[in-house]
């Protein structure tokens, strides 16, 4: 289905709250190197999440914890030659600014110079507020993320949809409307019941950007990986999977395997 859009030539923080502003739904998926960036700018995603998750899909890690702020900027460098039009937000990993507001802003100032990366994302509400605070202030753009926040895994000790008790869900709300008030420029809203994460899009003027958190939102964001069918032993129930990969990945190499068994590859037109 083809949708009324707006054309950006580059993507800013300015044009996702415009888009919230005409309905329009924001596109926002993960790239985590050059090649894959250029595939997805090219495909029109609005924003492009150098995601931790590079921790998981990339380095083979259980968790978002290991990766480490010098790794991030290399992805995030790496995605940033690719994309021509997209807003290239990335991911301020754990460890590198839940300790104190001025190790935060170092941080994210090391991700802005060091990788040409337009914004930052960091998990959490209140407990971060002193270090978003810090960080907007020295002018770098800066979207929150609530709900199922992967970096604090071990204090939640699973993977399923958070803010279903009423206590929970009021705190959300609350760190939603602080971050707004702070000066972020948008939320994610990670697996939270679609129900509560459409209240918090509809009483904020900030994106509310979704990840198993329904349709009334602003707009979805998925890991490439994941989208693409590369990543086939994660299942979530809020996944679509728009390709195979991993079975079509697999079949072409058994078949280059083969064809160098059987002396088939290189052919006469294949060579000098
Ligand atoms: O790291 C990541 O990929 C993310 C998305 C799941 C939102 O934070």
Redesign the pocket.
């Known amino acids: 289905m083809s949708v009324a859009k707006k054309e950006y030539k580059r993507v800013t923080v300015k044009s996702l709250i415009e888009m919230k502003q005409n309905g329009e739904k924001i596109s ?1 998926l ?1 790239a985590y190197d050059y090649s894959m960036a250029k595939i997805v700018d090219a495909a029109q995603v609005d924003v492009i ?1 150098v ?4 921790s998981n ?1 990339i380095a083979g890690h259980e968790t ?1 914890l290991p990766i480490t702020l010098d790794q991030m900027i290399y992805h995030a460098s790496s995605v940033v030659r690719a994309a021509k039009r997209a807003l290239v937000l990335v ?1 301020i990993p754990f460890g590198s600014y839940q300790s104190d507001s001025k190790e935060a802003l170092r941080s994210a100032i090391r991700i802005m110079k060091e990788s040409g990366g337009h914004a930052v ?1 960091v ?1 959490g509400g209140e407990e971060i507020k002193e270090s978003v605070s810090r960080i907007l202030q020295a002018g770098i753009p800066v979207m929150g ?1 609530l709900g199922l926040t ?1 970096q604090s895994i071990y204090k939640f000790g699973t993977y399923t949809v958070r803010a279903k008790e009423e206590e929970e869900a009021q705190k959300l709300k609350e760190d939603a409307k602080m971050l707004e008030e702070l000066g972020c420029f948008g939320i ?1 809203l ?1 697996k939270i019941p679609a129900k509560l994460a459409k209240e918090v899009a509809e009483s904020v003027s900030i994106p509310i ?1 979704g ?1 198993g958190a329904g349709n009334g939102v602003d707009g979805q ?3 490439v990986h994941d989208l693409l069918g590369m990543t086939h032993e994660f299942n979530p129930r809020f996944l679509r999977r728009y390709m195979n990969l991993y079975e079509d990945m697999g079949s072409a190499i058994s078949q280059y395997v083969d064809d160098v068994k059987s002396k088939d590859f290189p052919n006469e037109n294949e060579q000098y």
Do not use: F, R, Y
Request: no cysteine.
């Open positions: 926002m993960t999440l995601g931790d998750s590079a899909v978002t991911d994302k998990e993320h992967p994610v990670e950007i990840i964001v998925l890991v």
